[in-house]
Every structure is written in structure tokens, then in C-alpha cells.
């Protein structure tokens, strides 16, 4: 009973972990955003900053990846359920997109305001 509870816990880490290796091999925005994250990771490694700058590093590469992760969700599901143009679908996905804009405008904010007294 207590095996088979683990090794089904162990079989959806394995298809969420499937599931990130789907995102990278199939959206080039999820490529953008690897390059992205290496390099910032880089950065904070190059300056040695603080560890709470790499808390809020983190949290804003974390948020970055889920909303695009969502946003890509969304498309792939009103393009399965609705695959004629239709209004609502238009605003579905643009909200769906602006959340990862309010996302990355954070992280961008963030980012400067981390790295800025360490370049200038
Ligand atoms: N089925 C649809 N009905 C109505 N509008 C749609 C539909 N599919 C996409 N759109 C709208 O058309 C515009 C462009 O859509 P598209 O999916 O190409 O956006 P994109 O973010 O550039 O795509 P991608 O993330 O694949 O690069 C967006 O405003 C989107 O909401």
C-alpha cells in the first residue's frame, strides 16, 4: 500500500519532469528563456551576489518559466477546443500573454535593480 502510494508519487514526478522536456523540445520561447536563465544564473555566479538577491533571482526566473509554461497551455488548449477564430479565444490568449508580460517586466525591473550596483 505505502510502495505503491511512493511509486505513484514517483511516476508524476517523472511525467512533470516529461513535461518540462516537452516544453523546451517544442516551443522556441522555452529555449529563449533557457539561454536566458544561464545567463543570469552566470551573472549572479560572475558578482557573487548576496544570497537574498538570489532569492528574488530565482523567484523571478521561476515566475518567468511558470507564466510562460501557463500561457502555452492555454494556446495548446484553445487551439485543441477552438481551432476557428472567435473573440473570445483573442481575449483568452492575450491575457493569458499579458500575464507573462507582467511577469518578465518584474524580472526585468528586478534583474537591473540586482545587477546595476555590481556593473556601475
Ligand atoms: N483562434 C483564434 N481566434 C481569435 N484570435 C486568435 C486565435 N488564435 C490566435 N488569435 C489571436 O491572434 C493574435 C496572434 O496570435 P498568435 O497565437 O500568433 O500570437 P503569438 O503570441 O505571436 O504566438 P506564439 O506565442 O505562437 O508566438 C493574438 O492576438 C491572438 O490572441
Given at each position: 500500500?505505502?510502495?505503491?502510494?511512493?511509486?505513484?508519487?514517483?511516476?508524476?514526478?517523472?511525467?512533470?519532469?516529461?513535461?518540462?522536456?516537452?516544453?523546451?523540445?517544442?516551443?522556441?520561447?522555452?529555449?529563449?528563456?533557457?539561454l536566458a536563465t544561464i545567463v543570469v544564473v552566470a551573472a549572479g555566479c560572475w558578482y557573487h551576489i548576496?544570497?537574498?538577491?538570489?532569492?528574488?533571482l530565482?523567484?523571478?526566473?521561476?515566475?518567468?518559466?511558470?507564466?510562460?509554461?501557463?500561457?502555452?497551455?492555454?494556446?495548446?488548449?484553445?487551439?485543441?477546443?477552438?481551432?476557428?477564430?472567435?473573440?473570445?479565444?483573442?481575449?483568452?490568449?492575450?491575457?493569458?500573454?499579458?500575464?507573462?508580460?507582467?511577469?518578465?517586466?518584474?524580472?526585468?525591473?528586478?534583474?537591473?535593480?540586482?545587477f546595476?550596483?555590481?556593473?556601475?
Amino acid at each position: 500500500m505505502r510502495n505503491s502510494y511512493i511509486s505513484k508519487r514517483i511516476a508524476s514526478f517523472g511525467y512533470a519532469f516529461n513535461g518540462i522536456i516537452a516544453f523546451l523540445r517544442s516551443e522556441p520561447h522555452a529555449r529563449i528563456h533557457a539561454l536566458a536563465t544561464i545567463v543570469v544564473v552566470a551573472a549572479g555566479c560572475w558578482y557573487h551576489i548576496a544570497t537574498s538577491e538570489w532569492i528574488w533571482l530565482i523567484l523571478c526566473i521561476a515566475l518567468v518559466w511558470v507564466t510562460e509554461m501557463l500561457n502555452t497551455v492555454v494556446e495548446k488548449i484553445m487551439d485543441h477546443l477552438s481551432p476557428q477564430q472567435h473573440p473570445k479565444v483573442k481575449w483568452i490568449k492575450d491575457v493569458a500573454a499579458g500575464a507573462v508580460l507582467v511577469a518578465a517586466i518584474a524580472a526585468l525591473v528586478i534583474g537591473i535593480l540586482i545587477f546595476y550596483p555590481y556593473l556601475f
